[in-house]
């Protein structure tokens, strides 16, 4: 499975943006999907996931700004991300994650997003 994240821009400090990720197969089988950033010099970091249930978590710095959902019609993953600050600024990928007998770690190329004071 394949993963392509999109979206990504320039958006001025309280814009918003919304990411899509777009799976080559079904998303049905993940046991989880997410969103992670990674800042200029810092590490990635977890912000986002959904399970199939459709329960989500976030990071506190995005808590209340920022809203993941799923598709699985479309096989999509999406990241709402509404008042965004500077600190927002990073590439952000999408993961999904595959457990069976092994486990599977599927991630998107990055998307950049860069938010302007």
């Known amino acids: 499975v394949q993963l392509q994240a999109s979206g990504g821009g320039l958006v001025q400090a309280g814009g918003s943006l919304r990411l899509s990720c777009v799976a080559s197969?079904?998303?049905?089988?993940?046991?989880?999907m997410a969103w992670y950033r990674q800042g200029p010099g810092l590490q990635r970091e977890l912000i986002a996931g959904?399970?199939?249930?459709?329960?989500?978590s976030y990071a506190d710095s995005v808590k209340g700004r920022f809203t993941i959902s799923r598709d699985n019609a479309k096989n999509a993953m999406y990241l709402q991300m509404n008042n965004l600050k500077p600190e927002d600024t990073a590439v952000y990928y999408c993961?999904?994650?595959?457990?069976?007998?092994?486990?599977?770690?599927?991630w998107g190329q990055g998307t950049l997003v860069t938010v302007s004071s």
């Open positions: 197969g079904s998303i049905s089988s993940f046991n989880s």
């Open positions: 993961n999904a994650l595959h457990i069976h007998t092994t486990v599977s770690n599927y």
């Open positions: 959904i399970v199939p249930s459709g329960r989500t």
